[in-house]
Nanobody
Framework: QVQLVESGGGLVQAGGSLRLSCATS????????VGWFRQAPGKEREFVAA??????RYVDSVQGRFTISTDNAKNTVYLQMNSLKPEDTAVYYC???????????????WGQGTQVTVSS
């Protein structure tokens, strides 16, 4: 069983930065890909970024602004978010999958989510 716990969300002004953390249980990195998704009110859950081994993938809308990284010693995945925009406002979830994919349906384990609000 994989457990994922997000933290680091909050309220920030447009142009600001936040770093989200996803604390994972056990040997998650040796077995799973970890991804970040987000869901805004009234919208479908959207892929943001994922990391598996040395490979990463981003949705076009965050490319160049967000960076996903891992700290294996801490079993933690980070999402550094810079140059935030109001349209980045959403609940952000981390999730674990067996393959590097942008499809939410392929992720078997999910955290509870953390709210990110970007004011204009």
């Amino acid at each position: 069983q994989v457990q994922l716990v997000e933290s680091g969300g909050g309220l920030v002004q447009a142009g600001g930065s936040l770093r989200l953390s996803c604390a994972t249980s056990g040997r998650t990195f040796s077995t799973y890909v970890v991804g970040w998704f987000r869901q805004a009110p009234g919208k479908e859950r959207e892929f943001v970024a994922a990391v598996g081994g040395r490979s990463t993938r981003y949705v076009d809308s965050v490319q160049g602004r967000f960076t996903i990284s891992t700290d294996n010693a801490k079993n933690t995945v980070y999402l550094q978010m810079n140059s935030l925009k109001p349209e980045d406002t959403a609940v952000y979830y981390c999730a674990a999958a067996g393959v590097l994919t942008t499809r939410a349906a392929m992720y078997d384990y999910w955290g509870q989510g953390t709210q990110v609000t970007v004011s204009s």
